[in-house]
């Protein structure tokens, strides 16, 4: 039995698996993608001074940052080791991120994600 499970109870374990995305017991599809952003999150504040500093970076200097772009900043800094993504799941990844489903990054999306 899973030692979390007995925890919480009540209001704590209610409020606890809403701010989770679920229950103590239920593996959620969306934790990989978290623990990936995370990941390029921890990368980015390790390399950089400033994260608008990573998105000048990944954007080649511009006010976009597409799905190749995006996918060439993590492999450069090999933000994503462990994970063993294919090119899907590195693109079901871009649009966690994209919140609008533009196909690119904005700055606004960088700084909401990392």
Known sequence: MNPYVTAA???TQNTFEKSMGG???VTSTHDWKFAAIQQ???IISQKYRQIEDSFLDASKQTD???FDR???FV???NA???FNLTTTLM???FAEIDPHKKTFLTLKDWLSAF
């Open 9 to 11: 109870s009540g209001a």
């Open 23 to 25: 229950g103590f017991t």
């Open 40 to 42: 390029i999150g921890l």
């Open 64 to 66: 976009k940052v597409n």
């Open 70 to 72: 995006f996918k060439a």
């Open 75 to 77: 492999d450069k800094h």
């Open 80 to 82: 994503l080791k462990g």
């Open 91 to 93: 693109q079901k990844l």
